[in-house]
Structures are given as C-alpha cells and as structure tokens.
C-alpha cells in the first residue's frame, strides 16, 4: 500500500520534518511526503522510494486541538487519488472536513500527535475528533501520557537512544537551536541570545558557540559565535557539543535526553504544545535546566554557572537521562506500530 505523510501549517518546526522523514524512510513501499513547506530542501531522507509534494501554503492559523481549517484540502485529496495512496498519516494538525473527504474515499487515516497541551488534549475528546481517523499514535515525552481513545496507541519515539557517557569535564562548546526557527517564539529567543552569548563570553571569553539558525529570518552576529542554517544530522551534531541551549520542542528535547548531554531549556510559547511544563519536568528529573524567558538574565547567568561550576552535574545528568530514556523506549516504536497498522 502507498502511504502519505501530511503535515500542514507547522511553520516549518524541525519536529514535524523529523517525523515525517524518518518514517517515509522506514516503510519500504512508496511514500510522499505532503507539506506547505520544503522538506526536501532540508531533510536528509532522500530515498528512492520517497517523493516530496509541495501544498499550498496558507498564513498562520489557531488550532483547537490540532484541528484546523485548510483552505487547500483540495489539493489533498487530489494527489491522494492521482497516486493511488491508500494511508495518509498526518502530524498533528488536521482539518476536520479532509478527514471526512477522505473516509468517502476510502483513504484510510492515522494521526500521529505528541502530548498536546492539557486542554487541547482535552478539547480533542470532547469533540470527538478521535473518530476522525482509523488510528491515532500518541508519542512517548517525559510527559506521563495515558491512553485516552479507544483507537489511540502510546508509542515510543523514532529515536535511536544511545547509552553513551560525556567525557567533557569542562565546558567549552556550547550549541544553541530553538528548532526550525519558524515560530513567534523564536524572536524572543534570539533576542535573549543576542544578551546571553556576549555576557558569557565577557565572563568566560574560552567559550565557542554554535547557532543554528533554521527559518528564522533576521541576520545577526555574536563574539565567539558560528552561525548556520539547518543541520542534516542534530544527533550527530549533539554530541560535538559540552552544553546545549535550546527550546523545549518535543524532538529537540529527545534528541538532548539520548545523548545525556547537560542542557538549558527555555520552552516557546505554543498554543497546542506545552513546552513549559516539558521543560519541568525535564528540571524536575534532573536532567538539565528549565529557564522561562521572562526570567532576567541574571538567573540565565547563575543557574547556568550550577553546571560550568560544578562537574559533577555531568555524572548526575547523565544517569537521570538514560533513568528517563528507559522509561520513554519502554513503549512499542512509532515505527513499529505503523508497519503494524499497514499491514492489517
């Protein structure tokens, strides 16, 4: 069977192309990978038997839960009859007259969502948006998820945890990356990097930073600092680095925890994802810091001094990552499971 891979309206995230790519590029029939924005441009999931489809693309919408309004669904379900695609899996976002479009059809549908937001996850029940889609795959955070629909699976994430040991016992290298970039969110981010990078560099000049840039439009430079796009490999690139300095995005968050790398994370605002209670948690297991934007630079400074001062924070962060590892990969893989839902 043909199966498509959508996802609408992410702004470009680097969590919605990690899922998309990663699993075209587990299933061995054909898939397309259907997006409003270029994938293929930046992904590293390039095989034969997958073909990028660019969507229209429609300015930012609020979602109620995932549920949208795509003015282009048209174009959809017309590339799913032109290529005989028989699944289409779609992440996160969805628009509720599409899914019924696709029923008529005889498309079947899966949903693939990472925790929502309380509330969105609760307006997801009460509207019954579950019974839009033959399947829906829940992902596996730090976040305690627990079954809520009948057709819903919790999976584990399509992440290769390593148990693997930092050996740094000074911090030299620091990478900073708040995803794709695209949001809102990422203005307020940079913006605080644009304050944090010269004052850590004034007090520690021995200090390198690496910026990754992603969609976000504004150029700008800083002391001791590299800046560049996109990475074809985050995981790869992680373990380059002493220290990492990100947003608190699903993927980017999974990626950190299976390197056991010591990290500060500062969650974006997000209506349908709850970045800051991801960042909590992740504190509260001790597995990095949690620094809400608002906070002054100051509290940037000292608890970032907690780990540059302190080396064995390393050995601590270390065995609370691979504690919350274990407990994330105790779930059946997202790919496994949708291997399991194409071939019944």
Not at 139 to 165: A, H, M, W
Not at 281 to 289: N, R, W
């Amino acid at each position: 069977m043909r199966v498509g891979f959508v996802s609408l309206c992410s702004g470009g995230t680097m969590g919605h192309m990690t899922l998309t790519t990663q699993l075209a590029s587990a299933i061995k029939s054909k898939t397309y990978i259907l997006s409003d924005h270029d994938y293929e441009k930046f992904s590293n999931a390039k095989t034969v038997n997958t073909t990028y489809i660019r969507l229209s693309q429609q300015k930012h919408s609020f979602s109620i839960a995932g549920c949208i309004k795509y003015q282009y669904r048209d174009e959809i379900i017309h590339y799913a009859k032109e290529k005989k695609i028989g699944m289409l899996v779609f992440s996160t976002m969805f628009d509720a007259c599409l899914m019924r479009d696709l029923r008529r059809e005889k498309i079947r549908t899966v949903l693939i969502s990472y925790p929502l937001r309380d509330t969105h996850r609760k307006a997801f029940l009460l509207r019954k948006y579950h019974l839009l889609f033959n399947h829906i795959l829940t992902l596996q955070g730090i976040e305690n998820v627990k079954r809520l629909f009948p057709n819903e699976q919790i999976v584990s994430p399509p992440i290769k945890f390593e148990d693997t040991k930092s050996k740094t016992s000074k911090i030299k290298k620091i990478l900073i990356t708040a995803g794709g970039g695209g949001r809102p969110s990422s203005n307020l981010f940079f913006g605080l990097m644009k304050n944090l990078v010269p004052a850590l560099v004034k007090k520690m000049p021995w200090l390198r930073f690496t910026i990754i840039k992603g969609n976000y439009e504004k150029n700008f430079s800083l002391p001791n600092t590299r800046i560049i796009g996109w990475s074809r490999s985050f995981q790869k690139l992680l373990k380059e680095y002493d220290l990492i300095i990100s947003e608190a995005g699903y993927f980017t968050v999974l990626n950190i925890l299976s390197t056991s790398k010591p990290s500060i994370l500062i969650p974006g605002a997000r209506r349908i994802d709850n970045q800051e209670l991801r960042a909590f948690l992740y504190d509260e297991a001790g597995c990095g810091i949690a620094i809400l934007p608002e906070e002054s630079e100051q509290v940037y400074l000292r608890r970032l001094n907690t780990v540059l001062a302190n080396p064995q924070r390393f050995e601590d962060i270390y065995e609370n990552s691979q504690r919350a590892v274990r407990t994330i990969a105790k779930h059946v893989s997202v790919v496994d499971a949708l291997l399991n839902i194409i071939d019944n």
